[in-house]
């Protein structure tokens, strides 16, 4: 008998938002990863909110009970009151479509005790995804120094390595809302991948697609196209059409294996806590590229700068359907 796969899995740690959401139940809708928490962070709203909002997303997903999950910080590291993104996520972070109290309950342990506890008990076997500011992972960090051993990888969602920022001319959002915490994370020594704007912005999804999602007979697809409306409206001022960027959701392919980037280097990356006009930036070393190298000695941060550009049509596909088994 050949032996079936293991399933991958997965630690999500994100700020439940739209685009969080709609990762959620990308990775959700996927037989062969195995979530096995979701912790959540203030950001795009607050880390109790985007708890809430987790807890929704299980229901929508008929999966109440079967992922724990824990509330993490509501400050940054340094304990700052964060500005929240209510204005791109709708005042409860999911465009304002509200399901009234979710059915699961909340794990009585912090999002940083949780993660240090679920990789603990899995060591070598559990991936962190994190798509919200990295402050849960950078308090796991100083709670356990031996966690970058203990897991077989991270991938970020945040950054901006050659593209303009998304908060700042030079930030993007999960690193400007916790700078200090982004860069504990990244000099981290793990197998880091950072999806980065670079790569996102060019991952756009139409209002067809939306409105096919809409007209699907797929309850956790009507979800997303009704959360992704007001998401859909804030896109509009920056790609001049309604649309969305995939945000969240292309890391968690990329995560998961789905998607194998077009472009991206290995390098060292660190990020400006300084209070300046680039506080929040991210610093890759990308000078190699002009003489083709792709890979720093002793990088241990892949920097995905460019997807192939279609990835859209999967999530429809994946939120829609499900999974089609290969072959
Ligand atoms: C990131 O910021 C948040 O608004 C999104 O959820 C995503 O994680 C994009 O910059
Ligand atoms: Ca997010």
């Not at 991270?154 to 400007?176: C, F, Q, R, S």
């Not at 939306?210 to 007001?230: G, I, N």
Request: aromatic letters at 4%; a negative charge.
């Amino acid at each position: 008998m050949p032996e079936t796969p293991a399933k991958k899995a997965i630690l999500m740690d994100c700020d439940t938002g739209v685009d969080d959401a709609v990762a959620l139940l990308y990775l959700l809708a996927d037989p062969d990863v195995d979530l096995v928490a979701v912790t959540t962070v203030f950001g795009n709203v607050g880390a109790a909110t985007a708890a809430r909002n987790t807890l929704s997303v299980l229901d929508v997903a008929g999966r109440t009970g079967e992922v724990p999950v824990a509330k993490g910080s509501e400050r940054t590291l340094i304990g700052i009151e964060p500005e929240l993104a209510t204005d791109v996520h709708g005042g409860n972070g999911l465009g304002g479509v509200d399901l009234g109290e979710p059915a699961g309950a909340l794990s009585p342990k912090s999002a940083p005790e949780l993660i240090v506890d679920t990789v603990r008990r899995r060591p070598g076997e559990v991936h962190l995804l994190a798509t919200g500011p990295f402050t849960n992972l950078a308090v796991a960090l100083r709670l356990e120094p031996e966690l970058p051993a203990l897991v077989s990888g991270v991938t970020l969602m945040g950054g901006a390595a050659m593209a303009p920022g998304n908060i700042t001319p030079a930030a993007e959002a999960n690193v400007w809302h916790d700078p200090e915490a982004a860069h504990a994370v990244l000099c981290a020594p793990w197998p880091l991948t950072l999806v980065a704007l670079d790569a996102t912005m060019g991952e756009v999804m139409s209002e067809a697609q939306r409105l096919e999602m809409a007209a699907s007979a797929s309850p956790v697809a009507q979800f997303a196209a009704r959360v992704l409306d007001h998401y859909f409206e804030f896109y509009r001022s920056i790609y001049g059409e309604k649309s969305c960027a995939c945000h969240d959701v292309l890391a968690a392919a990329i995560a998961v294996g789905d998607i194998v980037p077009k472009r991206s280097m290995t390098v060292t990356a660190t990020v400006d806590t300084g209070f300046g006009p680039s506080r929040g930036a991210t610093v890759c070393d990308l000078r190699g590229m002009y003489k083709g190298e792709l890979s720093q000695a002793g990088a241990n941060c892949t920097v995905v700068l460019e997807t192939a550009g279609d990835f859209s049509a999967t999530v429809v596909e994946r939120l829609i359907h499900g999974k089609r088994s290969a072959g």
